[in-house]
């Protein structure tokens, strides 16, 4: 049981290239999210899904692009990449409850745009 | 929406003191308070959390305490060690499938 895995773990991109954040969870999950730190900041969510082909924005989605076509899956794609979007990257899943939903963490991707 | 509010952003301790971090959220309808850490590079991680039918719970050195009608909750750490230094986030959602809100962190550094 490997939980949330994200891939690449660090990444170098040019101004206006475009990636892809491979992210994947073997724990069933019907709900995965997106969040990006910024050096010294907290946790903003950049999408989220409930499940597959289910997708919604969070509190900061320009930029991004997201798909979820399996369970299991949850790529986040980065298109015409900025320096604002230098920052850590962590795919997240949770499967919530009654009352409450324990989000785990995948070991983040650290990206930085020159 | 839901809003947290995290205080202090900076905590510095001794080793073996107390240390107490607080947040108070908006949204009367929040449930299920967790509370996570983040080492140095590390990813966040679950330490403890609690859900609104209970006033407080405890996990060795570690409780969380939640005031309902105030809508705050806090995180103590009794006894703290040079291994509880990170970054602690407290987060806020409601009941089956809602968004956790997160805290702004409060950074702790436990000196020998």
């Not at chain 1, 990444?11 to 069933?28: E, F, V, W, Y």
Request: glycine letters at 8%; proline letters at 4%.
């Amino acid at each position: 049981n490997a939980g949330v895995t994200q891939t690449p773990k660090f990444r170098i991109l040019k101004i206006g290239q475009s990636m892809t954040l491979q992210c994947t969870q073997d724990m069933n999950h019907n709900y995965m999210y997106w969040y990006r730190q910024d050096p010294g900041m907290g946790l903003k969510l950049i999408y989220y899904s409930v499940g597959a082909g289910i997708t919604d924005k969070g509190e900061v989605p320009n930029g991004y692009n997201v798909s979820r076509s399996t369970t299991e899956d949850f790529p986040l794609r980065l298109e015409l990449a900025a320096p604002s979007q230098t920052s850590v990257y962590f795919c997240a899943s949770s499967s919530a409850g009654k009352t409450g939903n324990t989000i785990y963490f995948g070991e983040g991707s650290w990206l930085t745009v020159v | 929406g839901e809003n947290v509010e995290q205080h202090p952003s900076t905590l510095s301790v001794q080793e073996g003191d107390s240390a107490v971090i607080k947040c108070t959220y908006s949204d009367s309808a929040s449930n299920y308070f967790p509370w996570y850490k983040q080492e140095l590079g590390k990813r966040p991680q679950l330490i403890i959390d609690i859900r609104s039918n209970v006033g407080e719970k405890k996990d060795q050195r570690i409780a969380v305490t939640l005031n309902k009608t105030a809508k705050h909750f806090s995180l103590h750490i009794t006894e703290t060690q040079p291994e509880d230094s990170a970054v602690y986030f407290c987060a806020a959602s409601k009941a089956g499938f809602q968004k956790l809100v997160f805290g702004t962190g409060t950074r702790l550094l436990v000196s020998p």
